[in-house]
């Protein structure tokens, strides 16, 4: 008997291959919360979900990316603001400070200006003292013009017996002594005037020093 009629056996099809037995695929999904079957529906709900929860996601972390941005931006607009004020601060306080010390030294310089320009009246006042001339409404009216001028921080110097220092006195006469032990104001000749900050005159005196 040929193969062409024998008859198939059981489980075997018609050409006697293993008969093929029907397929079914169940696309139903779990639901991972509950355990039960969804339905098609409910899968493609439940895919929409996901689709707008990946999309918001999304929409959220590139809008805190453009946050941080523009944090970083305003955080740097901030510090350098602080910079420009900062600079600014310094250079008004360093412009007061320069203007006040310039306004100083103004009046400094107009102050000494009068008091070199009053020396020879205030010599002849101390000469006229020395000498007990000076009496009367004249020692009233010499007495004010010294004690203005003290106000302004002048001051008259210069005595008899102080080391001498060139820095302060003018040697107009010079001698040697055995007295001393170092350079000396033996006489002041016209007393010196000064202010805080600079000699306006030297005192002009006779020095001696010691014996060799």
């Known amino acids: 008997m040929t193969d062409e009629n024998r008859t198939p056996g059981p489980g075997q099809g018609p050409g006697g291959d293993p008969e093929e037995q029907p397929r079914f695929t169940d696309k139903r999904r779990i639901d991972p919360e509950t355990g039960a079957v969804r339905t098609p529906a409910e899968d493609a709900l439940a895919e929409a979900e996901a689709t707008l929860d990946a999309a918001e996601e999304s929409v959220v972390l590139e809008g805190l990316v453009e946050a941080q941005k523009l944090a970083a931006e305003r955080l740097d607009e ?21 203007s ?7 009046q400094d310089r107009g102050v ?30 010499a007495e004010k013009l010294e ?19 060139p820095a302060v006195h003018e040697a107009l006469m010079h001698a040697h002594s055995a007295d001393v032990t170092e350079p000396t104001v033996q006489m002041v000749l016209q007393p010196g005037y000064r202010t805080a900050d600079r000699v306006l005159r030297a005192a002009r005196v006779s020095v001696v020093d010691p014996e060799s």
Do not use: W
């Not at 901030?78 to 600079?87: C, E, I, K």
């Not at 004690?147 to 220092?165: K, S």
């Open 112 to 141: 000494a200006n009068v008091v070199e320009a009053l020396i020879p009246v205030l010599d002849d006042i101390e000469l006229a003292r020395q000498h007990g001339d000076l009496t009367g409404p004249f020692a009233s009216i």
């Open 147 to 165: 004690a203005t001028l003290g106000r302004f921080g002048v001051e008259r110097y210069g005595a008899a017996g102080e080391p001498f220092d």
């Open 78 to 98: 901030l510090q350098r603001a602080n910079a420009a004020h900062y600079n600014l601060e310094q250079q008004y306080s360093a412009y007061v400070k320069r």
């Open 100 to 106: 006040k010390a310039e306004v100083l030294a103004a």
